[in-house]
């Protein structure tokens, strides 16, 4: 990479940061997520609007952006599992949650898998937008409860292991899909090799964790110099990273995997630790992550193909409110309870952006159909807390 490279892509870092922190703080004071600002930051300063004027983009810099949102992506699913994610509370998961959540997931999956069929898209494209629109974004999910006051209820706790378990099943389909992208066909034998590795890496993340983290553990907390804790932290999610990519698994998994076996630690989940990781994470790289999500869109996909964008955002949302709603009638849940359901599920910006970004990056999902699914994400980010506080008046926590 060459000096100028190093320049443009010193100057892009700083504007889409500064514009990303900028704007999501915008949208958190006027009761919006702040992803709906650093989506739009990168909009900004993509190509779609102001990006030719400011920059002129080379192969190197290009790579540069990608590992750039590639860290981002890893420290977010590291982040969901250190600190939204609690194994040892899966076992409050009661039968309404188990039943509700097969349709919840389901039926945004065929409806998403099924457009893209309809649009002339290949099964494997299919797939991932599937995926991605089955999928409810965590960390905002929680945020909108926390804001309208809906958290503590029945159904606040329902929609979050929902969610849980949808990005836990979204992990295990996304290795079979990273795998089919990496050019493996999915004969019988290779389906139960490409199993065997998956297994062979959790039953290792198990072994590490029944035995090694104590000791690790037991070591970080021996250096003086508080920096170095954080680094051998971040030394146990790029090791799961790499072990991970070893055995056909994307990254991201490896890092969800680190995220559960770090917070197990009570050693390792002290405030301090948590501020330093969120400091690092939502300080820089993962608004990043978003601002270069929202550069990659292409405006013109809403005027060029009109009825695909309004069939993914349109479809696509009413999907996840079918699912939740069914999913609730289908529990046994009251009407209003399963209405709540299916708001609470809607809003979109975590593990399904890390979807359809791997999508995009391996070939398997193109800009118009990306474009439009990050619209559906805005959407779903402005219309989630404004349809749970004005149903949820009447169910009180």
């Known amino acids: 990479m060459t000096e100028l490279d190093f320049t443009q892509l010193f100057l892009a870092l700083t504007l889409l940061l500064i514009l990303a922190k900028s704007l999501g703080e915008v949208c958190e004071r006027v009761g919006l997520s ?54 040892e509370r899966l076992k409050e998961i009661g039968i309404p949650e188990l039943k509700a959540t097969p349709i919840a997931f389901g039926v945004p999956f065929v409806s998403g898998f099924l457009l893209a069929l309809a649009f002339g898209r290949g099964v494997l494209s299919a797939m991932f937008l599937g995926l991605a629109v089955s999928l409810t974004g965590l960390g905002v999910a929680v945020r909108t409860l926390m804001d309208v006051g809906k958290l503590q209820t029945d159904y606040g706790t329902d929609i979050l292991w929902i969610t849980v378990l949808g ?28 199993l065997l590795r998956i297994a062979l890496f959790f039953s290792g993340a198990y072994l590490f964790y029944r035995f090694l983290i104590s000791p690790v553990a037991s070591m970080i907390l021996k250096f003086q110099v508080d ?39 009570r050693e390792l989940r002290t405030r301090e630790m948590e501020l330093k990781i969120s ?43 079918l699912g939740g709603l069914l999913g609730g009638l289908a ?51 402005i219309a989630a807390p ?12």
């Not at 389909?173 to 090799?193: C, D, H, I, N, P």
């Open 34 to 87: 702040a992803i709906v600002g650093e989506i739009a930051a990168g909009i900004v300063v993509g190509p779609s609007l102001l990006g030719p004027l400011l920059f002129s983009t080379t192969p190197a810099a290009d790579r540069a952006f990608e590992l750039v949102a590639e860290l981002g992506a890893v420290l977010l699913l590291f982040w969901v599992g250190y600190r939204e994610v609690r194994i």
């Open 167 to 194: 990005d836990i099943f979204a992990l295990v389909v996304l290795g079979v899909l990273g795998s089919a992208v990496g050019g493996e066909r999915l004969t019988l034998g290779a389906t139960g090799f490409m």
């Open 227 to 265: 920096e170095a804790k954080l680094g051998l932290v971040l030394g146990i999610l790029f090791t799961f990273c790499y072990l991970s990519s070893l055995v056909g698994l994307h990254m991201v998994i490896g890092a969800f995997v680190a995220g559960l076996i770090v917070a197990r630690k």
């Open 279 to 321: 400091g690092l994470a939502y300080g820089l790289f993962i608004p990043l992550f978003f601002a270069l999500l929202g550069s990659k869109m292409q405006l013109n996909a809403f005027w060029h193909v009109p009825v695909l964008a309004f069939a993914v955002v349109v479809l696509g949302l009413a999907s996840k409110f």
């Open 331 to 381: 529990s046994r849940m009251n009407l209003h309870h399963s209405l709540m359901l299916g708001f609470g599920l809607m809003p979109k910006g975590g593990v399904d952006l890390v979807v359809i970004a791997l999508g995009l990056k391996y070939g398997a999902v193109d800009f118009q159909m990306f474009s439009a699914f990050m619209g559906m994400v805005l959407l779903s980010l």
């Open 386 to 397: 404004i349809l749970l506080k004005l149903f949820g008046e009447r169910l009180k926590p």
